[in-house]
Nanobody
Framework: VQLQASGGGLMQPGGSLRLSCTQSGRTNSGYHMGWFRQAPGKERELVAVISYGGNTNYADSVRGRFTISRDSAKNTVYLQMNSLKPEDTAVYYC??????????????????WGQGTQVTVSS
């Protein structure tokens, strides 16, 4: 399984960006998908996850501003980020695992990671 993330960039506070993560090698059937981020000097943290069936979880810091979704036909998961704040600045990573408990709580054991994409929120 390979994950290719895209869509990062520089945005002013209050703006929006959409990240995409396309899976290849195997279809995303059966895989739960997630977005994580790591800011300089901080640990990697969960941003949002979506189950194979479409259930979602969000970090408190992004709930109501970010939306995770998936298009199984395109093997792609999206992260729509609205009302961006400077504290959202980080490298964002997509991930895939067939274990819901792992992708939501045991991030170090996640099977598949994409390369990071930089998101910078600054005026």
């Amino acid at each position: 399984v390979q994950l290719q993330a895209s869509g990062g960039g520089l945005m002013q506070p209050g703006g929006s960006l959409r990240l995409s993560c396309t899976q290849s090698g195997r279809t995303n059937s059966g895989y739960h998908m997630g977005w994580f981020r790591q800011a300089p000097g901080k640990e990697r943290e969960l941003v949002a996850v979506i189950s194979y069936g479409g259930n979602t979880n969000y970090a408190d810091s992004v709930r109501g501003r970010f939306t995770i979704s998936r298009d199984s036909a395109k093997n792609t998961v999206y992260l729509q980020m609205n009302s961006l704040k400077p504290e959202d600045t980080a490298v964002y990573y997509c991930a895939a695992d067939d274990r819901w408990s792992t992708i939501t709580r045991a991030h170090s054991n996640i099977d598949y990671w994409g390369q990071g994409t930089q998101v910078t929120v600054s005026s």
